[in-house]
Nanobody, 125 residues
Framework: QVQLVESGGGLVQTGGSLRLSCAAS????????MGWFRQAPGKEREFVSA????????YYADSVKGRFTISRDNAKNTVYLQMNSLKPEDTAVYYC??????????????????WGQGTQVTVSS
């Protein structure tokens, strides 16, 4: 079992920045591929970013590439999502997810076994 708790969401103006954190506990953290997803009202949950266990391989949705940065601190069992140049269309509930097996695929919600409760990010225009 892996427990995930997100924090760092909030209200920010267009062009602003936020840093989301996801604290993991339970099963060995370093065995996981970690991902961030988001879900806006009336829309499906979508992939934002993912990072492999070593932190060496990172992946981003085209919509956030160049603006968001994912990182992890395995000593602290925490994964981060630094979000810069935020836009109103980034408004959503952001979820942290863990894939203990570190499978090949990482962009689908079904690739992950554990999820946090989500944190709201609102970007005002």
């Amino acid at each position: 079992q892996v427990q995930l708790v997100e924090s760092g969401g909030g209200l920010v103006q267009t062009g602003g920045s936020l840093r989301l954190s996801c604290a993991a506990s339970g099963r060995t953290f370093t065995s996981n591929t970690m991902g961030w997803f988001r879900q806006a009202p009336g829309k499906e949950r979508e992939f934002v970013s993912a990072i492999r266990r070593s932190g060496g391989n990172t992946y981003y949705a085209d919509s956030v590439k160049g603006r968001f940065t994912i990182s992890r601190d395995n000593a602290k069992n925490t994964v981060y999502l630094q979000m810069n140049s935020l836009k109103p269309e980034d408004t959503a509930v952001y979820y942290c997810a863990a894939d203990p097996s570190g499978g090949y695929y990482y962009t689908r919600a079904s690739d992950y076994d554990y999820w946090g409760q989500g944190t709201q990010v609102t970007v005002s225009s």
